[in-house]
């Protein structure tokens, strides 16, 4: 795991040394073990380095045999041994034992269809010297980011925009349509982000830059088709299949570790972790002052069982408010939670328990149909073939227990029956995008103006494959689900950004591409049956991990979130940046339905998510803003002078080439 960044020019003139050991710099979280450069006759690269596999010699940027082909790689490539195999067989050969030598040795031999290959999470830009043309690939669900912005005919690209903007050649500025995505599908649809004139590059994806041209091509798409009936060796691939995807994730220099939440799916990866480490199993956990949301029984209980050495780390609300502005400036987004918090203090106990590679359960509920949304669509689809009925509606008391009892029947005509229709492709989201566009209801009228015709919901409906209107209902919300909230918030705010923040490397085996290929071609009933989720999950799961865990209720994680800022002393951040003069110079959000809305909170009367939602996602925004446009920071550039990898393209065909000893 690591962090890239780069420039390529149309025409060639040099690269502009400083600029881009700025651009290191600024993502050097990301990468503390080490840095490199590349200069080439029209293009730059940098990396910062987290070792993980061949600490010794893997160090980047990373050429071929004859130096033409350089890599700057963020990720793993978990396949690499067998890929290897197959390159040597071809006549390769290999300077490093490292997982991103594949890569330029794939590349020279397979081209852009490389990444068919590829079972990693990966961004990575390889610099072809014999055209001068970039290549840029992002993994398949977007576990790893990758940002570019073109500037005249130069492409400039990043892990992260804050290298962008460190260019001095990208300036950061709003994007309304951007941050509107963000107020409604929680984060920002790729390729859009929140920020005016930078892209991401979408998962699945993979770009060629060439003349000043950039073309993209997707290589991958989260759809499939479900069987009719479950195969009689069904529960025995599953086994195969999540035994496999353990074991190449377990592939390390370095102890690999595990998240223990205490729910089904860290379990899963935690018991078949611990069968196959040679070191004592490490794992790691958040516990909450809040006895509503904390799981500390559960997750003694899969220690216990796993028998690993466990850290827990109990959150209070104070720590939530204590480290959110960091938790922003490494999210660049704007936030309507505060659940990336409580996900960065945990990392941060990772790395100082000198783990720097952990194993966790994304994916599953996506995979295996685990949400209450899921069940939602099933509900509210036996509601509708009989909309008159009092009685169906009901079962939405059984997803939904903690809800007052008052407002259940009124609630759940108004949010479940009556959202969306039928006919609509994005019918099974519409509720949850209802409830978080209700913070457009704070905008500022000149705000609004800026938005104009923009549409957040226009833009995802755009981006559907062919015939997804012919799609089943469950279908629809879990590409859905696969394609928005999973790569954008959940896998980026929530996961790749708050652990690189402290230099720690997430694994996914659910996301394996062999394991999602099987899980979403398994029938709907082998996953939900009736209102019960991750049916065959379970039902294998038995095989493995304690049946306590297996059976107990699903519980979501969440973590507090206005409470924390109001509660006590208030930070005197919260207090400068919810200002109404800080609002209105801002310009996002009106001061006055803001200053209402702060009143409520500081007396403890915002008690709807919708009200919870809109004061994290203004602080979160106010914050954003001051971190990156009205007081961005500014980076000294990393030293060349101490760079663990220096390589410059001289003339045609020499190479000047320093590694650290």
């Given at each position: 795991?690591?962090?890239?960044?780069?420039?390529?020019?149309?025409?060639a003139?040099?690269?502009?040394?400083?600029?881009?050991?700025?651009m290191?710099?600024?993502?050097?979280?990301?990468?503390?073990?080490?840095?490199?450069?590349?200069?080439?006759?029209?293009?730059?690269?940098?990396?910062v380095?987290?070792?993980?596999?061949?600490?010794?010699?893997?160090?980047?940027?990373?050429?071929?045999?004859?130096?033409?082909l350089?890599?700057v790689?963020?990720?793993?490539?978990?396949?690499?041994?067998?890929?290897?195999?197959e390159?040597?067989?071809?006549?390769?050969?290999?300077?490093?034992?490292?997982?991103?030598?594949?890569?330029?040795?794939?590349?020279?031999?397979w081209?852009?269809?490389?990444?068919?290959?590829?079972?990693?999470?990966?961004?990575?830009?390889?610099?072809?010297?014999?055209?001068?043309?970039?290549?840029?690939?992002?993994?398949?669900?977007?576990?790893?980011?990758?940002?570019?912005?073109?500037?005249?005919?130069?492409?400039?690209?990043?892990s992260?925009?804050?290298?962008?903007?460190?260019?001095?050649?990208?300036?950061?500025?709003?994007?309304?349509?951007?941050?509107d995505?963000?107020?409604?599908?929680?984060?920002?649809?790729?390729p859009?982000t929140?920020?005016?004139?930078?892209?991401?590059?979408?998962?699945?994806?993979?770009?060629?830059?060439?003349?000043?041209?950039?073309?993209?091509?997707?290589?991958?798409?989260?759809?499939?088709?479900?069987?009719?009936?479950?195969?009689?060796?069904?529960?025995?691939?599953?086994?195969r299949?999540?035994?496999?995807?353990?074991?190449?994730?377990?592939?390390?220099?370095?102890?690999v570790?595990?998240?223990?939440?205490?729910?089904?799916?860290?379990?899963?990866?935690?018991?078949?972790?611990?069968?196959?480490?040679?070191?004592?199993?490490?794992?790691?956990?958040?516990?909450?002052?809040?006895?509503?949301?904390?799981?500390?029984?559960?997750?003694?209980?899969?220690?216990?069982?796993?028998?690993?050495?466990?850290?827990?780390?109990?959150?209070?609300?104070?720590?939530?408010?204590?480290?959110?502005?960091?938790?922003?400036?490494?999210?660049?987004?704007?936030?309507?939670?505060?659940?990336?918090?409580?996900?960065?203090?945990?990392?941060?106990?990772?790395?100082?328990?000198?783990?720097?590679?952990?194993?966790t359960?994304?994916?599953?509920?996506?995979?295996?149909?685990?949400?209450?949304?899921?069940?939602?669509?099933?509900?509210r689809e036996?509601?509708?073939?009989?909309?008159?009925?009092?009685?169906?509606?009901?079962?939405?008391?059984?997803?939904?227990?903690?809800?007052?009892?008052?407002?259940?029947?009124?609630?759940?005509?108004?949010?479940?029956?009556?959202?969306?229709?039928?006919?609509?492709?994005?019918d099974s989201?519409?509720?949850?995008?209802?409830?978080?566009?209700?913070?457009?209801?704070?905008?500022?009228?000149?705000?609004?103006?800026?938005?104009?015709?923009?549409?957040?919901?226009?833009?995802?409906?755009?981006?559907?494959?062919?015939?997804?209107?012919?799609?089943?209902?469950?279908?629809?919300?879990?590409?859905?689900?696969?394609?928005?909230?999973?790569?954008?918030?959940?896998?980026?705010?929530?996961?790749?950004?708050?652990?690189?923040?402290?230099?720690?490397?997430?694994r996914?085996?659910?996301?394996d591409?062999?394991?999602?290929?099987?899980a979403?071609?398994?029938?709907?009933?082998?996953?939900?049956?009736?209102?019960?989720?991750?049916?065959?999950l379970?039902?294998?799961a038995?095989?493995?991990?304690?049946?306590?865990?297996?059976?107990?209720?699903?519980?979501?994680?969440?973590?507090?979130?206005?409470?924390?800022?109001?509660?006590?002393?208030?930070?005197?951040?919260?207090?400068?940046?919810?200002?109404?003069?800080?609002?209105?110079?801002?310009?996002?959000?009106a001061?006055?339905?803001?200053?209402?809305?702060?009143?409520?909170?500081?007396?403890?009367?915002?008690?709807?998510?919708?009200e919870?939602?809109?004061?994290?996602?203004?602080l979160?925004?106010?914050?954003?803003?001051?971190?990156?446009?009205?007081?961005?920071?500014?980076?000294?550039?990393?030293?060349?002078?101490?760079?663990?990898?220096?390589?410059?393209?001289?003339?045609?065909?020499?190479?000047?080439?320093?590694?650290?000893?």
């Amino acid at each position: 795991m690591c962090g890239v960044a780069g420039v390529i020019h149309r025409d060639a003139r040099p690269v502009d040394r400083a600029m881009l050991g700025r651009m290191a710099a600024a993502i050097r979280h990301r990468g503390p073990d080490g840095y490199g450069f590349f200069v080439g006759r029209r293009g730059g690269l940098a990396h910062v380095r987290l070792s993980i596999i061949d600490r010794a010699s893997g160090a980047q940027p990373l050429g071929n045999e004859d130096g033409r082909l350089q890599v700057v790689f963020n990720g793993e490539i978990f396949n690499y041994v067998e890929l290897r195999a197959e390159l040597r067989a071809l006549g390769h050969v290999f300077r490093t034992d490292s997982d991103t030598e594949v890569l330029v040795h794939g590349y020279e031999s397979w081209g852009m269809r490389l990444v068919d290959r590829l079972n990693g999470d990966f961004a990575f830009a390889i610099y072809d010297l014999r055209d001068d043309s970039l290549f840029l690939a992002r993994d398949r669900f977007g576990v790893r980011p990758l940002f570019y912005a073109q500037r005249g005919s130069d492409l400039y690209f990043a892990s992260e925009a804050k290298a962008l903007f460190a260019s001095g050649m990208i300036e950061a500025a709003p994007d309304p349509a951007g941050l509107d995505e963000v107020f409604t599908l929680w984060a920002a649809h790729a390729p859009r982000t929140v920020f005016r004139g930078v892209q991401q590059l979408e998962p699945g994806t993979v770009a060629l830059w060439r003349d000043g041209r950039l073309v993209h091509h997707r290589y991958f798409t989260a759809a499939g088709m479900a069987e009719r009936e479950e195969a009689a060796d069904a529960v025995d691939t599953l086994d195969r299949l999540m035994h496999e995807s353990v074991r190449l994730r377990m592939r390390a220099d370095v102890p690999v570790a595990a998240y223990a939440s205490g729910g089904l799916d860290s379990t899963i990866t935690s018991m078949l972790a611990a069968k196959m480490t040679p070191h004592d199993l490490r794992t790691f956990s958040v516990s909450f002052d809040d006895v509503g949301l904390d799981e500390s029984m559960f997750q003694e209980m899969v220690a216990s069982a796993v028998r690993s050495r466990h850290v827990k780390r109990r959150i209070s609300g104070a720590d939530i408010a204590r480290v959110f502005p960091a938790v922003v400036r490494h999210a660049e987004t704007p936030l309507l939670r505060t659940a990336p918090a409580p996900m960065y203090l945990l990392a941060e106990a990772t790395r100082q328990s000198g783990i720097v590679c952990v194993l966790t359960g994304e994916g599953s509920d996506e995979l295996f149909l685990g949400y209450d949304l899921f069940k939602e669509v099933q509900v509210r689809e036996f509601c509708r073939r009989q909309p008159s009925s009092r009685v169906r509606p009901r079962l939405f008391d059984r997803l939904y227990p903690y809800v007052r009892t008052a407002v259940r029947g009124e609630l759940w005509h108004r949010a479940m029956l009556e959202a969306g229709s039928v006919g609509d492709a994005l019918d099974s989201h519409v509720p949850r995008f209802r409830l978080a566009a209700r913070i457009r209801s704070f905008y500022h009228p000149a705000w609004l103006e800026e938005i104009g015709d923009s549409d957040a919901l226009t833009a995802v409906r755009d981006s559907l494959p062919p015939g997804f209107a012919t799609w089943r209902p469950l279908a629809r919300a879990a590409y859905l689900e696969i394609t928005t909230l999973l790569p954008s918030y959940l896998l980026s705010s929530q996961g790749d950004r708050m652990m690189m923040a402290h230099g720690v490397e997430g694994r996914f085996p659910f996301l394996d591409p062999q394991l999602f290929a099987y899980a979403i071609s398994l029938p709907e009933r082998s996953k939900l049956c009736g209102l019960r989720e991750k049916e065959i999950l379970k039902r294998w799961a038995r095989t493995v991990i304690p049946a306590a865990i297996v059976d107990r209720y699903k519980q979501p994680y969440r973590a507090p979130n206005s409470a924390p800022f109001f509660a006590g002393a208030m930070p005197d951040y919260v207090r400068e940046l919810l200002d109404p003069t800080a609002i209105e110079q801002t310009g996002i959000f009106a001061p006055a339905a803001v200053d209402g809305l702060v009143r409520r909170a500081k007396a403890g009367r915002t008690i709807s998510d919708a009200e919870n939602q809109a004061v994290v996602a203004i602080l979160s925004t106010q914050l954003w803003h001051r971190q990156f446009m009205a007081s961005p920071r500014h980076e000294a550039p990393l030293a060349w002078e101490e760079a663990d990898m220096l390589t410059v393209d001289a003339s045609p065909g020499t190479f000047e080439s320093r590694a650290a000893s």
